[in-house]
């Protein structure tokens, strides 16, 4: 069974600060990897995906994520945070093929000024 | 952009009323899928679909139905509503495209079941 587990259901960073968000995940085919975020109440946007190829992938608002298969990870990361990054970022693991996307329980970003 | 809408932002019933969520998307996409979203549990997926009049279960359907009659279109009903189903409800498409299964969301109805 596929499954996505996000570390820290609340993260706290100072604004110009590094972010970092860890997701692990389990699949039982090669995965496509995605992490979303929520603004206040909106529904859920695409930051960035990892279908094949190169193992690092950048997405929207200076984030990136890299694919690490030996590790079973995908962690998001932001060098400088900023104060509208303030959101609720979820990972995803679709198995290649499959129309189901497990989501991870999410990680509730604050940054502080 | 992809577009996709929901019927209410915000749904106040009582307890035994019949709801029906709306959601239409307007980007020719052929699956459709309703979450409901709480604190601590992420989102699980309810029903899905990938065709018109086709329909598959989710984690959690007890307690939901579904209809897609036209391409667009996706509702979500709740039978007999009853409190445990208080929650926010997500509606998402995507395409069937071999590398790319991500999906995009409506804005959400926050439902309240009184």
């Known amino acids: 069974a596929q499954s996505v587990t996000q570390l820290g259901s609340h993260v706290s960073v100072s604004e110009g600060a590094l972010v970092l968000l860890r997701c692990n995940y389990s699949?039982?085919?090669?995965?496509?990897l995605f992490w979303y975020v929520q603004y206040p109440n909106q529904g859920l946007q695409l930051l960035l995906k990892?279908?094949?190829?190169?193992?690092l992938v950048k997405g929207i608002n200076g984030f990136e994520a890299e694919f690490k298969k030996s590790e079973t990870s995908f962690h998001l990361t932001k060098p400088s945070a900023h104060m509208s990054d303030a959101a609720e970022y979820f990972c995803?693991?679709?198995?290649?093929?499959?129309?189901?996307?497990?989501f991870g329980a999410g990680t509730r970003l604050f940054v502080k000024a | 952009d992809v577009k996709v809408t929901q019927s209410s932002r915000y749904l106040v019933k009582r307890t035994g009323e019949k709801v029906f969520l709306e959601c239409v998307q307007d980007?020719?996409?052929?699956?459709m899928f309703w979450y409901r979203q709480d604190p601590g549990l992420g989102l699980r997926l309810i029903y899905f679909?990938?065709?018109?009049?086709?329909?598959e279960k989710g984690d959690i359907p007890e307690g939901y139905s579904v209809s897609r009659e036209k391409k667009e279109r996706f509702s979500l009903i709740l039978e007999s509503a009853s409190t445990n189903q208080t929650s926010m409800y997500l509606c998402?498409?995507?395409?069937?495209?071999?590398?790319?299964?991500?999906?995009?969301f409506g804005p959400g109805t926050r439902l309240t079941v009184t």
């Open positions: 990892y279908t094949t190829g190169a193992t």
């Open positions: 995803a693991v679709n198995p290649q093929g499959g129309f189901k996307t497990i």
């Open positions: 980007m020719d996409h052929e699956n």
């Open positions: 679909s990938y065709d018109v009049k086709m329909k």
């Open positions: 699949s039982s085919v090669p995965p496509y």
């Open positions: 998402a498409s995507s395409l069937m495209l071999l590398h790319s299964y991500e999906q995009y």
